[in-house]
């Protein structure tokens, strides 16, 4: 467990290598094999590693080393920790003749978190970011070979930034509005307004999408009432017979057979 500046209390690992060398056989025998009838060397690893994670956790709280600047002082930990072991090496007749920092790191959550919030200072713009990710998926659409309405989440892809745009910007937004036009002379007939503009639809069939189409053509391209349609501002596709404004066009259902 070590105190970090900016993190607060984390969790750390260390990995590493060390070299042992028997300077002393009897010194050994005395100390560590003594009336042991199975001596491995495993006894020896274990116990010179756990004299090692003292020594460890002992140097990196004395140093106060920032979290962050660990990796840089690999090797002079390294050299602390085995000058700080080796006197208690050396009493059983072994010599630490070497010892290696290869790694140090934080549990994967902590470094989770660490890339998650260093991703953040990268990217900078926030708004270019948020324009680039409303592109993204468009981009990757277009490439998708199940097929789809490329149209479609063209739009609406390219509704979705303009609102993020005129959201993060509300001066561009406003920039963007029209306009009032020259008032004319009082002589000049008023021109009349423009009809307002029809809705666009799309028609879904055999897994594929059609359209758009003016709701006068709907008919001729096979509108049936079980034929999927959508258009701008529907949640989802629909049943034609369950959109009202689409159900006055289709003849009526016959009553069920007697």
């Given at each position: ?29 005395q100390e ?62 072994l010599?630490l ?26 990217l ?43 959201a ?30 029809q ?60």
């Amino acid at each position: 467990m070590c105190q970090a500046a900016r993190l607060g209390p984390v969790r750390l690992r260390a990995y590493g290598t060390y070299n042992v060398r028997i300077v002393q056989p009897e010194v050994l025998l005395q100390e560590l094999v003594s009336t042991d009838g199975l001596f491995q060397v495993d006894e020896v690893s274990d116990h010179i590693r756990n004299m090692i994670m003292t020594a460890f956790t002992s140097s990196i709280g004395a140093a106060q080393v920032p979290l962050f600047d660990l990796a840089s002082r690999y090797q002079e930990i390294s050299n602390t920790i085995r000058q700080n072991v080796q006197a208690d090496v050396q009493r059983f007749g072994l010599d630490l003749t070497q010892l290696l920092i290869e790694n140090i790191s934080l549990p994967p959550e902590v470094e989770a978190a660490l890339d998650k919030r260093a991703s953040i200072g990268v990217l900078g713009n926030m708004q270019q970011y948020t324009q680039y990710q409303v592109a993204n998926p468009i981009e990757q659409s277009a490439q998708n070979p199940s097929g789809g309405n490329s149209f479609l989440e063209l739009g609406v892809g390219l509704a979705m930034a303009q609102q993020v745009t005129n959201a993060l910007n509300p001066n561009a937004a406003q920039s963007q509005q029209p306009l009032a036009a020259a008032p004319q002379p009082a002589t000049s007939p008023a021109a009349a307004p423009p009809p307002p503009p029809q809705p666009q639809w799309y028609l879904s069939r055999d897994g594929q999408t059609f359209g758009p189409f003016p709701v006068n053509q709907l008919l001729q391209q096979g509108l049936t009432a079980q034929t999927y349609v959508w258009r701008s501002g529907m949640n989802g596709w629909q049943f034609a017979n369950a959109v009202p404004e689409l159900a006055v066009l289709l003849p009526p259902s016959p009553p069920p057979a007697p």
